[in-house]
Structures are given as structure tokens and as C-alpha cells.
T-cell receptor, first 115, second 113 residues
Framework: NAGVTQTPKFQVLKTGQSMTLQCAQD?????MYWYRQDPGMGLRLIYY???????DKGEVPNGYNVSRLNKREFSLRLESAAPSQTSVYFC??????????????FGQGTRLTVV | KNQVEQSPQSLIILEGKNCTLQCNYTVSPFSNLRWYKQDTGRGPVSLTI?????NTKSNGRYTATLDADTKQSSLHITASQLSDSASYIC????????????FGAGTRLAVHP
């Protein structure tokens, strides 16, 4: 059981380049999320998808776009990378968006450096 | 502004010793509080979840407490092991949904032999 799988694990981009981070989950979860984690700060929500076919902005959506390709896959796209987007990106999934007992499972992260 | 603050930022203890990590929050409306463990280079993994009515929850050697009146939580680790070396993140839900989670910056724990 793989859980949440992110690709790639590491990436170096030049300023202005574009790329897509891929995320897939095999737990039949309805909701999926993209976070970024910066040194000394807590994880911040970029975008989320409460269910297949829906996406919404989180706390820090500027410079990113997302696609909920199907129930399993949720991708994050950087159209024109900037040094401020250097971070570790985590994808997560959960049964549902709501629920005090709902558990979220995280991928292993993608470490992105923009030079 | 919703905030979650953790202390200390980092901690070094010897194997076999106990330790307690602190979390203070100003989050409204409060729904639940979670503690996660994050190993270096990995994603966070859930340790405990507590709702408003729960004031303690255990998961093996990990025991979390919650005081909703003072808006404080603690994570106590008993008989530490080398594998406990990780960051521990306190997360508060502002309203219940996963789109409403407020993450602390974490406490980095190092357990030395």
C-alpha cells in the first residue's frame, strides 16, 4: 500500500521555468491538498480539492495552479518559477474535508530549489 | 489572527529520558488539536487527535494533553528512543475542515545515545 506518492522528490529550476508536481493516492480518498513548508514556519495550504472535480485556494495560492485529474491524482503547477517558491512541497489526502476524526496522510515531499 | 506557537524550538535529550513539548494556540473557532511526527525528509505522520472535550490522549509512549481553557497542549514522550528524533508539529483546526488547519513551526527533538 503506497499511500500518497509524490514525484519528483527533488527538482532544481531556473527562474521563469515551469514545472508540474505530481501527486497520487491509492486510498480512495475524496479530498487532496498541497502544502508548502519553509524553514522556521508551519506548513501552509496552497490549494485543496474537497472532492473530484473541485479545487479551491488555500492560504498562499499566488503563483500556483492545480488540477484534480481524477479521484487519485492532484497536480500542482508552477507556471513561472520564482526564487520565493523555493520550498518543500507536500501533498496530502483525507477521506473527507470535514470531520474531527478524519485523518490526513502526507506524501514524502518534493524539495524544490529555484535559482 | 490564528496562531500556533511551539516551544522549545529544539531540544536534545539522552536516550531513555522523558521530555515534554509545549503548544500554545490562539485559534477560533477551535475544533480539534493534532500532534504530528515528521522524520527528516519525510511527510508528517499523525500521533494523536483531541477534540474540545478530551484532555488527554495516548499513543504508545506519546501522551498528549489539552487544556482548552488556557489554550495549551503538551506532548509528553516517555523513555525516549533514538527513533524519536524528529520534528513534532502541533496543528489546530479552526472550524473542523482540513482547509482550516493551522500548523505550528514544530519542535526539533534530537535523542542522543
Amino acid at each position: 500500500n503506497a499511500g500518497v506518492t509524490q514525484t519528483p522528490k527533488f527538482q532544481v529550476l531556473k527562474t521563469g521555468q515551469s514545472m508540474t508536481l505530481q501527486c497520487a493516492q491509492d486510498m480512495n480518498h475524496n479530498s487532496m491538498y498541497w502544502y508548502r513548508q519553509d524553514p522556521g514556519m508551519g506548513l501552509r495550504l496552497i490549494y485543496y480539492s474537497a472532492s473530484e472535480g473541485t479545487t479551491d485556494k488555500g492560504e498562499v495560492p499566488n503563483g500556483y495552479n492545480v488540477s484534480r485529474l481524477n479521484k487519485r491524482e492532484f497536480s500542482l503547477r508552477l507556471e513561472s518559477a520564482a526564487p520565493s517558491q523555493t520550498s518543500v512541497y507536500f501533498c496530502a489526502s483525507s477521506d473527507f474535508l470535514q470531520g474531527a476524526r478524519t485523518e490526513a496522510f502526507f506524501g514524502q515531499g518534493t524539495r524544490l530549489t529555484v535559482v | 489572527k490564528n496562531q500556533v506557537e511551539q516551544s522549545p524550538q529544539s531540544l536534545i535529550i539522552l536516550e531513555g529520558k522523558n521530555c515534554t513539548l509545549q503548544c500554545n494556540y490562539t485559534v477560533s473557532p477551535f475544533s480539534n488539536l493534532r500532534w504530528y511526527k515528521q522524520d527528516t525528509g519525510r511527510g508528517p505522520v499523525s500521533l494523536t487527535i483531541m477534540t474540545f472535550s478530551e484532555n488527554t490522549k495516548s499513543n504508545g509512549r506519546y501522551t498528549a494533553t489539552l487544556d482548552a481553557d488556557t489554550k495549551q497542549s503538551s506532548l509528553h514522550i516517555t523513555a525516549s528512543q533514538l527513533s524519536d528524533s524528529a520534528s513534532y508539529i502541533c496543528v489546530v483546526s479552526a472550524g473542523g475542515g482540513y482547509n482550516k488547519l493551522i500548523f505550528g513551526a514544530g519542535t526539533r527533538l534530537a535523542v542522543h545515545p
